[in-house]
């Protein structure tokens, strides 16, 4: 079956990550990806690490299925390359500094005489908009940055600490929102017969997926508390111990879970009617009072048996797995999840 990209062409300037994921779904989706990189470095991505058979771990996530073609962009000829490329091309995706693009000729405002058609997508850590340009708009961006600039790292962590996400979030948020509306654009290419430009900055990714602790703190009031692993709002709806040293994640979402869990999971009917754990707001604020109850009645069961015993009960659990289970999960092998990729 031929892929929905197919004999679509698209033309990165590009490191990193976030513009590198966004590439790396068009390709995935039949396009083909032209990855402009720097003689005899690359793209910098290449050096973080060397823990897959010697390419970096950042590198191999988000460059596969793609072409690279070594470019130095400021010889005198590079922008001759890069109009004949231009020239076959349906999309233009880049990532380089703000305004470094509009210097070498590559703004959507330059190239769209030239090239009606062309979709071109500029990914910023702050937004690069010559209209807006905001107070932030020539500041460095890497993704720790943006995660703090959006108040994410004000609601993750524990209660003594605010902690990282373990994975390039904003950079991850920003290539998404990049390459859903690079598909959004050819769709409208196809309607009207034009390109468009595309302005996607990781700051305001990732405060699109701050949507809920910013509503929650809504005109003043006080934001959701930091919780580790456990949700910050919603009660029990986290990892608990059990009694053969593993851990059990699990989440009671409504009224009709909770008596299910105090019956069939605790084994203690009477706590469904318990006046302290009435709802879920009561439940949270009396979440350590709740959490020793459970933390007792798991103390003698093992992990298999508390999810043998969530799962009759229909209340949703998983395993808290390290990465090398990820690697080895069932479900991934199911699906046929790894697959060789050129």
Known sequence: MALPLEGLTVVALEHAVAAPLA???LADQGARVIKIERPGSGDFARGYDGRVRGLSSHFVWTNRGKQSLALDLKHP???EVLQ??????DVLVQNLAPGAAA???LSYAALAPMHPRLIVCDISGYGDDPQRPGPCRDRKAYDLLIQAESGFLSVTGSADAPAKAGCSIADIAAGMYAYSNVLAALIARGRTGRGRRID???LESLVEWMGYPLYYAFDGAPPPPRAGAAHSTIYPYGPFPTGDGGSVLLGVQNEREWQ???TQVLGQPALATDARFASNAARSAARDELQALIVAAFANLGAAQVMQRLDAAGIANAQVNELAQVWAHAQLQARQRWVPVP
């Open 23 to 25: 590439t790396r779904h």
């Open 77 to 79: 000829r590079a922008a």
């Open 84 to 89: 004949r490329l231009l020239s076959r091309a």
């Open 103 to 105: 210097r070498l000729g």
């Open 200 to 202: 996607v900055s990781m």
């Open 260 to 262: 299910a869990f105090c």
